[in-house]
T-cell receptor, first 113, second 112 residues
Framework: SQTIHQWPATLVQPVGSPLSLECTVE??????LYWYRQAAGRGLQLLFY??????ISSEVPQNLSASRPQDRQFILSSKKLLLSDSGFYLC????????????FGSGTRLTVV | AQTVTQSQPEMSVQEAETVTLSCTYD???????LFWYKQPPSRQMILVIR??????QNATENRFSVNFQKAAKSFSLKISDSQLGDTAMYFC?????????FGGGTRLMVKP
């Protein structure tokens, strides 16, 4: 069976510090991978998605970047965090070519202080 | 732009009663799925139900069912026999190409 792991679960970082959030998927190959952000009490905003190694599409211009160094690994990064980067970050995956089956990780709560 | 709209920011229902959450969407896709996700206080996104747009029959999963009106681009979620554990944010979602687009969510409170 397929599983998705996301870590850390909680992170408190000072303004100006770097960020690295990691997401890995097990039990499948060549998945589509996604990073979403959710502000408190709000909906989900798609930040990045990837259809393959090294292929990243950005949906929202921001202080963040994403990378996919391996087939089942998706990393969200920032060189210098802003207060506005605080939020709940969710990683998700689905099978290539399928219309269903978006599965989410358990999320990372990021607080920038 | 292709959008998903949930017009009810908050709703409440008494335990054991039925509640319906509304969703409208706008897509140019010819074949697509629609989803309802539940986000409890743990914030884990849980798939509640999905509907294939080419199927006329409304999807049902235990106490959860949908009313899918393709021509009206409406996709509502009905929760029967509401339970306290149904208290959560509910998100309607529609894939657009490779991307899943979400509505703004409806916060549902089930009262004892």
């Amino acid at each position: 069976s397929q599983t998705i792991h996301q870590w850390p679960a909680t992170l408190v970082q000072p303004v100006g510090s770097p960020l690295s959030l990691e997401c890995t998927v097990e039990g499948t190959s060549n998945p589509n991978l996604y990073w979403y952000r959710q502000a408190a009490g709000r909906g989900l905003q798609l930040l990045f998605y990837s259809v393959g190694i090294g292929q990243i599409s950005s949906e929202v211009p921001q202080n963040l970047s994403a990378s996919r160094p391996q087939d089942r690994q998706f990393i969200l990064s920032s060189k210098k965090l802003l207060l506005s980067d605080s939020g709940f970050y969710l990683c998700a995956w689905k099978r290539q070519g399928y219309f269903y089956g978006y599965t989410f990780g358990s999320g990372t709560r990021l607080t920038v202080v | 732009a292709q959008t998903v709209t949930q017009s009810q920011p908050e709703m409440s229902v008494q335990e054991a009663e039925t509640v319906t959450l509304s969703c409208t969407y706008d897509t140019s896709e010819s074949n697509y799925y629609l989803f309802w996700y539940k986000q409890p206080p743990s914030r884990q996104m849980i798939l509640v139900i999905r509907q294939e747009a080419y199927k006329q029959q409304n999807a049902t999963e235990n106490r959860f069912s949908v009313n899918f009106q393709k021509a009206a681009k409406s996709f509502s979620l009905k929760i029967s026999d509401s339970q306290l554990g149904d208290t959560a944010m509910y998100f309607c979602a529609s894939p657009i190409g490779n991307m899943l687009t979400f509505g703004g969510g409806t916060r549902l409170m089930v009262k004892p």
